[in-house]
């Protein structure tokens, strides 16, 4: 019996303490009862049209100010218990999958409240605006193109989170809720009939829809991207396809630029006359490499605008331009080829001139008459095989310094050649 | 016996960490540059430049021709012009019979010069596996009289015996970026030189795959296009966009850069090809500066 009570008073301590320890991890201030959020709104009296919203986030709905807020002092501005880019995720953690395929940059940068209300709101999830609406406010030119296309995806103007995840996406890239063509199909029905007639029996409900629609919307019949390649808008798939019954219906007659030869002919042979090739042109890619094959937002059927292209695989080169204190308007506004031919060319850099000074002086014309001494007279002094022109002093994708010379201080350039000045 | 032991022990620990410490203290000393053939003509764009036992020889893309000097004990004579006027010569390759594997980048193919430097026709390669395109974007001799080409139109490395009787062939790594050049060291592996990721990948001898060397070296180097293996093994890699050399260790470190950009001589602007003789000379084709640059490793 003595033992009984023994063990009876323990237990009754244990869960007196256990309770005790679980109350003051709720009330960590050992607040009066009220004083957790009631008595805050005694003072900070504009809550009170707050409360009054739709949708109130949770802890304030319960009277728990304290469960974001210090209510003596803090580190943090607002008196937040932890810095704002943190604090949600004290008790919304999980959003961002640990090795997520995308995320959204500002959940990933803890700026919960570009989008949510941290109190209320009268749109659900506390935003601050309606779905689209708040999407739109940041994606500007995405809500440009979708209000001016003839040609809309329905969900597009309905929500974006149709297809879309808010928070970050674990498997697929651009923040979709499954890749294409799952996420297509679960509106898509692939086995009716026309259907299958639209897609000329190929097994598209196995392709990438994304290749030749546009699921945002575009001006052109069928969704598809605005720039489309004749074989498709002609429907003869076959032209570069095999077979739809065969076995691998999407494989090419032809690989690489060979299977663009058959129609790009004079262009596939003018590329070739050249004295220096780009070498993806004849890679196993081809013309892949750089052009999308199906349809494209992009002119000339290009796989994303000209610069985002070259970047690919010239990306040191990109990035030098956007670190250069002087940049080259060319290539700021993504025209390389303003300079650049892509495909070949018979000067070096495959330039579209043979002579460096009237490539520059399309644009910079003046220099060209009123300038240094350049051109085929003028030898270099560093080096007697090379006439001075005007990569002799300026990079053209840029430097570290003004007016992308090659040396900090003019000074320091100009004695490279005139060394007797040098100090 | 146990003495024995530990001493060999002692040499497997030591000796990677050796290489790779000379890797790092790879010292080029200028010797000199060359800006003309024998004729004093001037060099223009040379793509491509290769040392032999007793020979330099230059492929002066611009000028539209090989150039041949004579190479002896370290100094370089100017010796044989051979115009091409219909070529846009980018590498040539000695064979073993004294004539020269031309790689053509108008013709995007390999021709035959004979002794005299005459063009006896285009590289006939004889039983291949396949009626697969071939499109060469690097060549080299494989040192046992093969010759080593890289068909980037279907990814793979193909290897010639001397009369041109396909041997074997590699395909590209899955994960390849745009490999730009190969190479074979002495012990019979065969490297490639992705541009785009700036990274290596090797096919140890023997084998016929390709598994990475090294990961991406982007942040040590622009756009590198040619590598050579030096006398231990280290790889010499040709950062064309950024003007300069970058050394890779026999285990895939990257131990350094060597040379920078600039127009006077031991400088580099946009160089294309690397070649490095058995006594340790580096030959450069400085292409953008118009010239071939030699130097001296001391490691």
């Known amino acids: ?423 | 016996m146990k003495r024995i032991l530990i001493l060999i022990l002692a040499l497997g620990v030591l000796t990677p960490a050796l290489q790779a410490g000379a890797a790092g203290q790879i010292k080029l000393k200028y010797v000199g540059s060359i800006y003309t053939d024998a004729a004093g003509a001037a060099l223009n764009h040379p793509a491509g430049v290769t040392v032999t036992k007793d020979r330099l020889l230059v492929a002066d893309s611009g000028g539209k021709r090989v150039l041949s000097y004579r190479y002896q004990q370290g100094e370089v004579k100017p010796d044989q012009v051979y115009p091409l006027p219909d070529m846009f010569p980018l590498m040539v390759e000695p064979t073993d019979n004294g004539e020269l594997y031309v790689l053509d980048g108008r013709a995007k193919a390999i021709f035959v010069l004979g002794a005299n430097g005459q063009v006896k026709g285009k590289y006939a390669a004889k039983g291949l596996p396949d009626n697969n395109r071939i499109v060469p974007r690097s060549i080299r001799s494989g040192g046992d009289g093969t010759l080593l080409v890289l068909d980037i139109f279907s990814a793979r490395v193909l290897v010639f015996a001397g009369n041109g009787q396909f041997l074997r062939q590699l395909p590209f790594p899955a994960l390849a970026g745009a490999i730009a050049d190969l190479t074979m060291d002495r012990q019979g592996n065969i490297y490639l030189l992705d541009s785009v990721q700036a990274a290596l990948w090797v096919a140890r001898s023997g084998t016929d795959q390709f598994g990475p060397l090294t990961a991406g070296m982007k942040e040590n180097m622009n756009f590198p296009t040619s590598l050579a293996t030096d006398n231990l093994g280290n790889l010499l890699l040709v950062d064309k966009h950024g003007s300069g050399l970058a050394i890779v260790g026999t285990d895939g470190a990257f131990a350094g850069r060597r040379l920078s950009m600039g127009w006077s001589d031991s400088n580099l602007y946009y160089p294309s090809q690397i070649s490095i003789s058995d006594s340790g000379d580096l030959f450069i084709a400085d292409t953008a500066n118009n010239r071939i640059q030699h130097f001296n490793i001391s490691e």
């Open chain 1, 1 to 423: 019996m003595k033992s009984l009570l023994l063990i009876f008073s323990c237990v009754a301590i244990i869960l007196t303490l256990a309770g005790g320890a679980l109350a003051e991890a709720k009330n960590p201030f050992n607040l009066a009862p009220g004083a957790r959020g009631k008595l805050c709104l005694s003072c900070h009296e504009g809550f009170k049209k707050t409360m009054n919203k739709k949708f109130i986030h949770t802890p304030l709905a319960e009277g728990d100010c304290t469960g974001c807020h210090n209510p003596h002092a803090a580190d943090h501005g607002k008196l937040l218990a932890e810095d704002a880019t943190q604090i949600c995720f004290s008790c919304h953690d999980g959003l961002v999958p640990v090795n997520a395929r995308s995320s959204h940059q500002i959940v990933s940068e803890g700026k919960c409240v570009s989008c949510h209300d941290p109190h209320a709101s009268d749109n659900k999830m506390n935003l601050l605006q309606p779905e689209n609406q708040l999407c739109f406010s940041c994606h500007e030119e995405l809500a440009q193109k979708i209000a001016q296309n003839k040609v809309p995806h329905s969900p597009v103007s309905d929500d974006c989170l149709t297809c879309h995840s808010p928070h970050a996406s674990a498997d697929n890239p651009n923040l979709l809720q499954a890749k294409a063509p799952e996420l297509c199909l679960q509106c898509h029905d692939a086995s009716k009939k026309t259907f299958k007639i639209q897609h000329v029996n190929y097994p598209v409900e196995q392709a990438d829809c994304t290749s030749c629609h546009n699921p945002h919307g575009s001006n052109t019949r069928s969704m598809l991207y605005d720039n489309v390649h004749e074989p498709l808008s002609q429907r003869m798939c076959k032209q570069c396809h095999e077979d739809p019954s065969s076995a691998t219906p999407f494989a090419t007659v032809k690989n690489s630029f060979e299977l663009c030869q058959g129609c790009h002919y004079d262009m596939v042979n003018d590329t070739f006359n050249k004295d220096r090739i780009h070498w993806p042109v004849v890679d196993q890619v081809g013309c892949l490499n750089c052009h999308t094959p199906h349809a494209s937002s992009e002119a000339k059927l290009m796989k994303a605008p000209l610069k985002q292209v070259c970047n690919t695989c010239h990306s040191d080169t990109v990035a030098r331009q956007e670190r250069s204190l002087t940049k080259h308007q060319p290539i700021e506004d993504g025209e390389c080829s303003t300079c650049h031919s892509p495909h070949s060319s018979n000067n070096p850099f495959i330039l579209n001139e043979g002579s460096v000074i009237n490539i520059c002086g399309q644009c910079h014309d003046w220099q060209t008459h009123s300038t240094h001494p350049i051109g085929a007279e003028v030898t270099d002094p560093r080096n007697p095989n090379l006439t001075l022109d005007c990569l002799s002093c300026h990079r053209t994708h840029g430097t570290e310094y003004q007016h992308f010379i090659y040396n900090e201080t003019v000074n320091d350039l100009c004695v490279q050649c005139h060394t007797k000045y040098r100090r």
